[in-house]
C-alpha cells in the first residue's frame, strides 16, 4: 500500500533501516506510512481491494497450512497490519473456509465520517505498535509449552524474534532482509527460508523427533 499508494518504496525504505538502527519505532514509522495512504485519498476499502489484486500467496503456504491442520498444529497470523485487510486477503488467497479457521492477532482499523481511516494500535504505548511477543509469551507461561516455531521477515517482526523456539526468517530476493540483520546484529538463532516447503521439512522433522530444537536451528537454512 505504502509503495504503490502511499509515499513510495524510497521513502518507505528510509523509514524501515531507521527502525533497524532504533533511530525511530516501527508504530510511528509505520504509522507515516499509513498517513501517507490516506493523504493521496484512498479509502480503506479502495486499499483493501487493491491489496487482493497485487498481494501473492507464499510459495508452498498452502500445503504448509494443510499439513499443520492435519496434524493438529495451530497456525496463528500475528500481524502488525490491519485484521480487516488481512483476512480479506487471506480469504482471496487460500479460500474462505480455510482463511476462517485461522486465527488474526493484529491490529484494528478506525474509519472516520468522512471516510479518512487510521490504524488503531493493539499496544498503541510500546514501540512496536504491536508487541508480537506478548501473544508468544503465554504459551511459554504453560506447564507444559508447545514448541513454538514463528515465521517472519521484517522490522515488525522484531519484538518477536527472541521469542520462539524456532525462528524461520524470509529470505527475500529484493534485498529487504531487515529481520535476518537484526537477528545476525543481535546474535538471535534463526532459519533463512525463500518457500514454505522448505521450512516444512524441518518443521516436520522436529515434530516427529527426528530434529531437535538446537539441531533444527544449526541448519541455518531451509534447503
Known amino acids: 500500500m505504502t509503495d504503490e499508494l502511499g509515499f513510495g518504496r524510497e521513502k518507505r525504505r528510509e523509514l524501515n533501516i531507521a527502525t533497524l538502527k532504533d533511530e525511530v519505532t516501527f508504530r510511528d514509522s509505520f504509522r507515516e506510512m499509513l498517513e501517507s495512504v490516506v493523504a493521496k485519498g484512498h479509502g480503506f476499502e479502495e486499499c483493501k481491494e487493491e491489496l487482493k489484486k497485487n498481494i501473492k500467496l507464499d ?3 498452502k500445503e504448509f497450512y494443510h ?3 492435519a496434524t493438529d498444529i495451530p497456525v496463528v497470523i500475528i500481524s502488525s497490519g ?5 483476512r480479506a486477503v487471506l480469504s482471496n488467497l487460500i479460500g474462505e473456509t480455510d482463511a476462517d479457521k485461522i486465527e488474526i492477532v493484529s491490529n484494528e482499523v478506525i474509519i472516520h465520517p468522512d471516510g479518512k481511516w487510521e490504524i488503531q494500535y493493539r499496544h498503541p504505548s510500546s514501540g512496536f505498535g504491536h508487541d508480537k511477543s506478548q501473544a508468544i509469551l503465554p504459551y ?5 509449552p ?7 521477515d521484517g522490522v ?6 527472541r521469542h520462539a523456539d524456532v525462528l524461520f526468517v524470509k529470505q527475500k530476493g529484493d534485498g529487504e532482509n531487515d529481520l535476518a540483520a537484526y537477528c545476525t546484529r543481535e546474535g538471535i538463532p534463526h532459519i533463512l527460508f525463500e518457500d514454505f516447503g522448505k521450512a516444512q521439512k524441518i518443521v516436520k522433522n522436529v515434530v516427529e523427533g527426528r530434529l ?6 544449526a541448519l ?3 534447503e
Open 140 to 144: 511459554r507461561r504453560l506447564p507444559n
Open 67 to 69: 499439513y499443520c491442520e
Open 212 to 217: 531437535t530444537v538446537k539441531e533444527a536451528l
Open 156 to 161: 515488525s517482526d522484531m519484538s518477536a524474534a
Open 220 to 222: 541455518g537454512r531451509a
Open 82 to 86: 490491519m485484521a480487516p485487510l488481512i
Open 146 to 152: 508447545p514448541t513454538i516455531f514463528f515465521f517472519g
Open 59 to 61: 510459495p508452498g503456504f
